[in-house]
Every structure is written in structure tokens, then in C-alpha cells.
């Protein structure tokens, strides 16, 4: 009996070390305003040695999208550090004022850090391989598990397939009398953090170190949002009726994972370059009917620039820095229908959305009717689930030719 409880033990710790490890180096996680091109534009470096580099503001805009219906835990620590002193103090909104306009709910500006490896170094400093010993799940204010939502947010604890594995549902079994487990969540909570790993406002900045002028900035937020039990952590254990399914960690790490790669086409950029790029996150209550989480993109035709009290009609493009800053944080997503978007479902399923005045899909991928379904919308629509599709796991759909564009892996 030992032996059987060590090794389940072994084997779930085994499954957490699959998601975090630890690491030493963390990076500046503010900016400063300097003169490039004759005007007024954040700049912003990694490390103190580093020289300060323009950050760089994309002419075609990009927003992310968390529909906190189902992004209940994630919204929720995202909205209490918004709360503290540094999310209500961020340079790249504190720069625009004084502010002659208001502000939507749940807009605000970001920078993601173009390279990896420093993704990886703020994620596992903020959530280190033993974060799960210094931080109880669930959280004493945990929010309902999505989807569902699952009938419990309590931890199992009589035979956990997973380190905070979500409790499972059981029932009375007639024949043994005795109380069985009738389904598994599939779900365990892992470690959320915001502001995310690839921000650089994420991570655990540079305390004691006393950089000027940018300041030792902080740790950000920690939190217990579900995700899916990777499959080598089942024990042979059959955990779904079908497909396995997704939860928080697992939409927004496809989104993400999108967002990084239509940031840096859009921008032109080579990983690894010290360098970073402005983007707009939106926290926003949806409905059950609309994605977990979206990332649109695209150019602003004409815009209302309202900077120092005028009001005057000019293409993005045109803008200065500073006025394109102000125009992508007050941005109405309702108005930007005609955008390029891609969501990810409920379902782990996506569905690619272009404007008409853009190009069409490439002939090669309009011949799967079985996994590609063509809506007569605003834009065209397309759908794709990775039990249906005749395309390979992990194959790239071009949407675009442009080089803004490009591949983006489902």
C-alpha cells in the first residue's frame, strides 16, 4: 500500500514539472518617453546594460480579447492587479494624459517582449515548479469551473490523477455499494499569472536592483485557473465521453500563442531582437454564444484623433505616436466588424474570420468542404476542428498574402 501511494505521489508531481521549472534572469518591466523621429515615442530595454530601442507600434492594430464569461478565473486576477498601484500607474496610458476623452472599460495597452526565452524566464520565476506548495487551490474566491460549469471547485483528494486535479463527480454503485467515480473533470488548476509571461510588464521585475528611471517594477499576480490534464498524466485512465476538453489556460495559451505570431508579422520583426511591441487587451463580459478568447486585427481607415482638443479625420498611419496610442486603447470592438479575427471555441475548434476587402483564402485550402465551412457575413468565416478537419494536427491555414499575414499553426 506504500508503494502504490509514494508512486501515484511520484507520478503526479512528475505532471506538474511538465508545465514549470525555475529560473534565475528578470527583465525591466517598464518604459520611458523619449524623442524618436522628432517626436514624442515609448521606448523601452530589456536588461540595464541593454540600450533603450524604440518600442514598435504596428500600423495594422492588433487586440486581445478575453471573454470573461468563460475566462472567469484569468479576468479575475487580471482585474485585481489592474486594481493595485502599478495596473492603474501603466507608463503606456499615464503618457497620453491629460486625457480629453474616457477611457472603455477594460481596454488597456501592453508590450509583448519578442523573445522566447525570456517568456520563459519571467513564467518560471512567477510561477515556480513549487508554487503549488506556497499557494493553496482553490482560491478562497475561486470563480466557477468552465466550461459547464463543472459542479464543484474543489481539489480531488481521494485519487488524484494530477497535482490539483478538479474534483470528480461520483455516485452511489449499486451492485458494490460503494461510492465510485462516475466522471473526472479532465481539469486540474495550474498557475496563472498576470500580467502574462511574454508582457513586459510580466515576471517579477528587477527588486533591489534600483534601475532608473524605470523602477525595480513588481511580482505580478498569481492565481489558480483550471486547464486540461495532459494526456501522460491519464495512467491509462479514460477521463472523456470524446474529445478531452479545454479550459481557461488552454484557450488563452492558444491565443496567445496566435497573438505573437500576428504581432511579429504584422510588426516585421526577428525573434530575439531586444525590442517590443504595443497591443491592446480588452477584458470583456461576454455571453455564453461568443469565444473564450479572439484576437482581431487590422487598419484603421480614417480616424477621429481628438489630441489637444481638435477633432480632424487622418489614416493611422499618420498619427503620431502618442495619438496612435490613445486611438488603440479607446477602440470600440463592436465598430471593427470589418477586421481580420481568429477564435478559439469552447470546443479547442477555430474559426478564421477575413474582411471582404481583403484577400480570399488560397485555392488549395477551399477544397476540404468536410472541415471548412464559408459564411456570407461581413467577412469570411472559417471553421475548423481538429476532429473533423483532413488537415494534419499542427497544419498551418495561409488566410492571408500579405506579409502582415502570414501562417498561423492550429
Avoid at 35 to 57: A, G, L, M, S, Y
Avoid at 316 to 334: A, D, G
Amino acid at each position: 500500500m506504500w508503494v502504490s501511494i509514494t508512486t501515484a505521489r511520484l507520478s503526479a508531481v512528475q505532471c506538474l514539472l511538465l508545465f514549470v521549472s525555475l529560473v534565475e534572469a528578470q527583465y525591466i518591466q517598464n518604459y520611458t518617453i523619449g524623442k524618436w523621429n522628432n517626436q514624442d515615442h515609448p521606448f523601452w530595454r530589456r536588461e540595464p546594460q541593454d540600450i533603450p530601442q524604440p518600442v514598435i507600434i504596428p500600423n495594422e492594430q492588433t487586440i486581445l480579447v478575453y471573454n470573461c464569461h468563460y475566462m472567469k478565473a484569468i479576468c479575475l486576477n487580471a482585474r485585481r492587479w489592474l486594481a493595485t498601484p502599478r495596473g492603474l500607474n501603466l507608463l503606456l496610458s499615464g503618457a497620453l494624459t491629460p486625457k480629453p476623452y474616457t477611457l472603455p472599460a477594460g481596454r488597456y495597452l501592453f508590450g509583448y517582449d519578442i523573445r522566447n526565452s525570456a517568456t520563459d524566464d519571467r513564467r518560471r520565476r512567477n510561477c515556480p515548479s513549487n508554487w503549488n506548495q506556497n499557494h493553496l487551490c482553490p482560491e478562497p474566491d475561486q470563480p466557477d469551473v468552465m466550461p459547464g460549469p463543472w459542479f464543484t471547485t474543489s481539489t480531488e483528494n481521494q485519487d488524484p490523477l494530477q497535482v490539483n486535479e478538479i474534483a470528480a463527480e461520483r455516485d452511489l454503485d449499486v451492485r458494490s455499494g460503494q461510492i465510485e467515480i462516475t466522471r473526472r473533470s479532465g481539469l486540474f488548476y495550474s498557475c496563472e499569472e498576470f500580467p502574462a509571461a511574454s508582457f513586459v510588464e510580466g515576471g517579477t521585475g528587477t527588486a533591489g536592483t534600483g534601475v532608473v528611471p524605470e523602477g525595480d517594477g513588481g511580482t505580478g499576480s498569481t492565481y489558480c485557473a483550471p486547464m486540461m490534464i495532459n494526456k501522460s498524466c491519464t495512467q491509462g485512465i479514460g477521463l472523456f465521453d470524446e474529445d478531452p476538453q479545454w479550459s481557461e489556460q488552454n484557450w488563452q495559451g492558444q491565443a496567445h500563442q496566435r497573438l505573437a505570431r500576428i504581432l511579429q508579422n504584422n510588426a516585421q520583426v526577428v525573434p530575439g531582437n531586444n525590442q517590443a511591441i504595443i497591443f491592446t487587451l480588452a477584458l470583456v463580459d461576454g455571453t455564453a454564444g461568443d469565444p473564450p478568447t479572439k484576437v482581431m486585427w487590422g487598419t484603421s481607415q480614417e480616424t477621429v484623433s481628438v489630441v489637444k482638443g481638435t477633432r480632424r479625420s487622418i489614416p493611422f498611419s499618420e498619427l503620431s505616436s502618442m495619438e496612435k496610442l490613445q486611438h488603440m486603447v479607446t477602440q470600440n470592438l463592436e465598430e471593427l466588424s470589418d477586421w481580420n479575427s481568429i477564435d478559439t471555441h469552447v470546443n479547442a475548434s477555430h474559426s478564421l474570420k477575413r474582411a471582404q476587402k481583403k484577400s480570399t483564402l488560397p485555392r488549395e485550402h477551399q477544397s476540404h468542404p468536410s472541415s471548412v465551412q464559408l459564411s456570407r457575413s461581413v467577412g469570411t468565416e472559417m471553421q475548423v476542428s481538429r476532429k473533423t478537419s483532413k488537415l494534419p494536427r499542427g497544419a498551418d491555414l495561409v488566410f492571408s498574402t500579405s506579409a502582415s499575414e502570414q501562417l498561423l499553426s492550429l
